[in-house]
């Protein structure tokens, strides 16, 4: 079995992708943020946005390579998408409010990849 383009049109994907790897620069540029705001590079905040970033360009390439765990990275980044547009959203500082939409858009763009047959 191949990755996920058998069961899925090719704009689903593309869509996953590019949310992807708009999420991926979102969070780099909520670590930067933070950082520079003074918060630990080890902080919980960070490490989450960190992961989100690692996983989300993880999830372009397995997508691009139509890997056999772009299901499975999809899923994973759907879900920590999720955690991270929560988190932000939360967040008082209006940068928080652009790294939690483009989250939550990845998520939701992604989520269609995970019930394609």
Known sequence: MT????????SDISQCITASLRCQAACEAGMARLV?????AD??????LRQCAELCELN???LQKDSRLARRTASICVELGSQVARTAW????AASAGLARDALFMAR????LLFAT
């Open 3 to 10: 990755g996920v383009r058998a069961g899925m049109a090719r």
């Open 36 to 40: 520079s705001e003074g918060h630990p």
């Open 43 to 48: 902080s919980d905040s960070v490490r989450l």
């Open 60 to 62: 372009a390439r397995a």
């Open 90 to 93: 939360l967040d008082s500082n």
């Open 109 to 112: 763009a992604c989520r269609l």
